[in-house]
C-alpha cells in the first residue's frame, strides 16, 4: 500500500465510508480487489473494486495548503492541529518531515554563450571576471 485517501464530509470531517488505496503495482491492487471484495469487516461488508481512471487524479495528487492554522482540520477545535487531534482515528502523531527543495541548475542558452563571446572579443581581461579581481587590478 502507497497510499490511503480517506473521503471525508467537508463541514463535518466525517468519514463519507469511502476510501481510495493507491498500491505500487498493479497485481497487488487486483488481488486486494478480489480478496475483500463483498467480505465482512467489522460488521460492515466491504466493497472492493478498481476505481476507473476519469482525468482528474491531478486535482487530488496535489499536497493542500492549508492557510488557516488556528483550528484542527480534523475535527475543527481550536487549540491544536490535526496530528495531535485527540479525535484523530490514527491517533496523535509526529507531522512528516518537509521535503527539501532541490535547486536546479541553471541551463545556458545558446544565446547568451553568444554574448559572452562577443564581450570578450571586445578586449576585456577574462582574468577580471571576479570582483577580488577587479579590484586587485585597479
Do not use: W
Amino acid at each position: 500500500v502507497f497510499r490511503v485517501t480517506i473521503m471525508k464530509d467537508k463541514d463535518t470531517r466525517k468519514s463519507k465510508g469511502v476510501a481510495f488505496i493507491l498500491f505500487l503495482d498493479k497485481e497487488s491492487a487486483q488481488n486486494c480487489s478480489r480478496a475483500l471484495n463483498n467480505k465482512q469487516l467489522f460488521g460492515r461488508v466491504i466493497k472492493a473494486s478498481i476505481a476507473i481512471d476519469n482525468g482528474r487524479a491531478a486535482e487530488f495528487i496535489r499536497r493542500r495548503n492549508y492557510f488557516d492554522k488556528s483550528k484542527c482540520y480534523e475535527c475543527g477545535e481550536a487549540g491544536h492541529l490535526s496530528y495531535a487531534c485527540p479525535k484523530n482515528m490514527l491517533g496523535e502523531r509526529e507531522p512528516p518531515k518537509k521535503k527539501e527543495k532541490k535547486k536546479r541548475k541553471k541551463i545556458v542558452e545558446p544565446e547568451e554563450v553568444e554574448e559572452e563571446e562577443e564581450s570578450e572579443e571586445e578586449g576585456e581581461d577574462p582574468a577580471l571576471d571576479s570582483l577580488s579581481q577587479a579590484i586587485a587590478f585597479q
